[in-house]
């Protein structure tokens, strides 16, 4: 898999500090000191993508909270062209009255946020908010707005700590860009 990689994005060492500070802001935000008890969070993750990101972030925070999790595709096997976001079930979470956050691995083109963002509004939660651990500025519309990010990042199809490539390279520790020649789609090789 190492043979795969042409060069690392963001180490494991600057992903585990920056998922500690991002928890500290969420904190800080939902449950500040003596009132973590009191706190009315849930958490829907976005899978596959968001999936050890998820675990790393949750065990980092202090306070009560539920896991909802939904599954969106929106890069279908081998691309690293965006398809449009579809959801594989409905949300069945109760979210009414409650503050809501959306964690998803990367902010992309917005679609998957807008839709998962959408379907839970008509539930009339408290609160939606949204956490990612990346973002690509050249492309996310101003109508999909990140709260909480991790890192901005370049233009390009990244994959590792979650995000796969076909399905592959979800175990790497890092956050990486693989070698041009193994992108089979889209022009630019894996710049997608
Ligand atoms: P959108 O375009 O809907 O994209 O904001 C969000 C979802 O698309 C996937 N995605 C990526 N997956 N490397 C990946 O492995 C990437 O560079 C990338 N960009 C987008 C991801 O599943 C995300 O939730």
Known sequence: ???????????????????????????????????????????????????????????????????????????????????????????????????????????DTGGTLRAVRAELARRQPRSIRTCVLLRKPAKAPPDVPADFVGFDIDNYFVVGYGLDYDGLYRNLPDIAVLRPELYTSGPGGGRA
């Open 1 to 107: 898999m190492q043979q795969d990689i042409d060069r690392i994005l963001i180490s494991s060492r600057r992903i585990a500090d920056r998922v500690g500070e991002l928890a500290a802001e969420l904190a800080r935000e939902y449950a500040p000191p003596g009132r973590e008890q009191s706190c009315d969070l849930t958490i829907v993750a976005i899978l596959s993508g968001s999936l050890i990101f998820l675990a790393d972030l949750i065990r980092r925070l202090p306070m009560r909270m539920r896991i909802a999790l939904v599954t969106v595709s929106s890069y279908p096997g081998a691309s690293t062209e965006s398809r449009g976001a579809r959801l594989f079930e409905q949300i069945t979470a109760d979210v009414a009255g409650r503050d809501v956050l959306i964690v998803d691995d990367i902010l």
